[in-house]
């Protein structure tokens, strides 16, 4: 199964403009102009991977306003990635108790949750950003709604949620893999073969989806791709599971 959580939103934060790196921010008269200065410095140190640079711009940000969404929820994204989980913890929840409904929050803050391996909470949070309807990522909502059932045991909402993804956005190569696998397991080995061959069409692979090809692929006799995934996880993951797994399968 798939690991990967879908955080949206690094970019929607920045308030307009280019993102500035410079040491301080023009200088702002208006204390709303200058917080949000402050929040773009902190969002471009944090595009390049600067967590430590980025967290005294936002500090100042919370200074001017204590309830600034877009700062605190931009903190969190920097704790959340150096690991400091209650910090992290603590600024999603001050972002969203400053917006309570905001369907963008409401995801990251459940992609954290499902980090935590707290997949019930996640799960509450997903669904109730799933319910603005014109939210523009309303698509990978679905996706890691579906993730969160997946890792709950519930396979019927978890594939029920990958459709709405894809009824969405077609082009969902996450949901297309999740889809493929939970068919595979369930022996529909024909759509199982159609949502694969409609991931690699959009994605990379990894370790997981080329060994579900490789199976996939002998299913339908098509030894061609199945030589082909083979090789590919033989050579550029050769210590996984997955790479075990093959081996087996191809001395027994």
């Known amino acids: 199964m798939s690991k990967h959580i879908v955080v949206i939103g690094l970019m929607a934060l920045l308030l307009g403009g280019c993102v500035t790196t410079s040491d301080q921010p023009q200088r702002k008269t208006n ?16 595009q390049k991977g600067e967590t430590e640079r980025a967290k005294a711009p936002l500090s100042e940000a919370l200074k001017i306003d204590p309830r600034s969404e877009s700062a605190n929820v931009a903190l969190a994204l920097v704790f959340q990635q150096e690991g400091e989980n209650k910090l992290a913890e603590k600024h999603f929840r001050a972002a ?7 369907a963008r929050i409401l ?6 949750l499902m980090e935590q391996e707290r997949y019930d909470d996640a799960l509450g949070y997903f669904q109730k950003a799933s319910e603005d309807t014109f939210y523009v990522e309303r698509s990978r909502v679905f996706e890691n709604l579906g993730l969160a059932y ?10 029920a949620s990958f459709e709405r993804a894809l009824r969405l956005n077609s082009r969902q190569p996450l949901a297309l893999l999740e889809l493929a ?9 024909v759509p199982a073969w159609n949502h694969y061959l409609g991931f690699t069409q959009m994605s990379a692979q990894n370790a997981s989806s080329l060994w579900l090809g490789v199976q996939l692929a002998r299913r339908f006799n098509d030894h061609n791709r199945a030589a082909s995934y083979a090789l590919q996880l033989r050579r550029l993951y050769p210590a ?9 399968s191809e001395s027994s």
């Open 96 to 102: 969203l108790a400053s917006s309570p409904n905001n």
């Open 107 to 112: 995801n990251n803050y459940g992609a954290f």
């Open 150 to 159: 997946r890792r709950l045991g519930n396979t019927e909402d978890a594939k």
């Open 240 to 248: 996984t599971p997955e790479a075990r797994a093959l081996l087996e």
């Open 31 to 46: 204390p709303n102009e200058a917080r949000d200065a402050y929040v773009q410095l902190g969002l471009g140190y944090l």
């Open 181 to 189: 696998q939970m068919e595979f397991e369930a022996e529909n080995f």
